[in-house]
């Protein structure tokens, strides 16, 4: 099952098929907020497309890193340029994590100098800081480090902020934003999270 | 660089790693609707989820089909068992696209018997059917047609529909719904659409 390779169809195959190309490239910065389901699976997305298109790609994973999740495993399996980077010490503030507040900012202020390196490299044509709006919101990083990383990225490089509760100022400095809202949620059904869907 | 290999790189592996196991699996509907970007982009990561659990998986797309985009690249270099249609004769109704609209039914009644087959054989771990509420939307396919389709699915599928203008009925259906609003969107401020991030 897993050792297949995935593969496209075209169900109409004589179609002619146009390949956009912007006169101007641009390095977008997207920002993916709201309380809704959708916003890391959506960075997630444009890594995947990224890759379709040889692009090098770093998604850092701010907040998380202490459960599982498909794309840490499914990263291993893309043939692309693609590093995925969990930096956090579990959901900072949340019941069960045994973790104080110094050790988390400790961790997510190594994450962002490994995210001002990269970017600031240019070598990079994407780079996903997936929940730093939680960690600003969280105090783990300042709100003035992420400005000052999206005012000074190079001009080609996209990048991606998600999470809950973006400020105005990064929505302010973003060209994409959408806000993900929930409508509903299986977990207020009593479903636990499901793999390949919650994680 | 296309021809490195994704990684995953831990930046605290002394961290210990939970991996969820829900006692009760659920085949999930999830819809991702609204006006913003990040909902075809939000399925594909739920795809790359699903490929890291090993999941069997295929991707339908309506509508589209004739302007090429990321993942039709990507899903070839996944060693993964996912398959994606793209179904569609393009944009149903968009200025320049020469094809009436039986054409596009045609097309979108042979997508949906193709889900019908794959979603029925209960083989599937997960099947989105992308833009499939602008495909309702523009009656390519009958409401009552996807209705059905969601009913029916073996209980153990998550079923992933995509797309503007979701109908009450399928929202009435799902377990999770996402809208995807539009704050702001790189195109108003007359920035093409770029590779990696919108294509």
Known sequence: ?????????????????THLKPEKRVGLVVVLTGYGKG????ALGMVVRACGHGMKVCML??????IFTGEW???????????????????CGIQGNPYPHPVHREAAQ???????????SGKYDLVVLDEINNAIHLKLVD?????????????????VLTGRDATPEIIELADTVSEVKE????????????PGVDF
Not at 1 to 17: C, H, K, S, V
Not at 73 to 90: F, Q, R, S, W
Request: aromatic share 4%; glycine share 6%.
């Open 1 to 17: 099952m897993a050792d297949e390779t995935g593969r496209l169809t075209r169900l109409n195959p004589q179609l002619e098929i």
């Open 39 to 42: 916003k890391t699976s959506s």
């Open 61 to 66: 994973q701010f907040m998380k890193g202490d």
């Open 73 to 91: 495993e499914a990263v291993k399996k893309l043939n692309c340029d693609i590093e995925i980077i969990p930096t956090g010490m579990g959901f």
């Open 110 to 120: 190594r994450a962002l100098n490994i995210a001002r390196e990269r970017i600031n």
């Open 143 to 159: 709100l003035e480090q992420v400005i000052d990383l999206v005012k000074n990225k190079p001009t080609l490089t996209h990048l």
């Open 183 to 194: 409508i509903t949620h299986a977990y207020r059904k009593g479903i636990e999270p499901q």
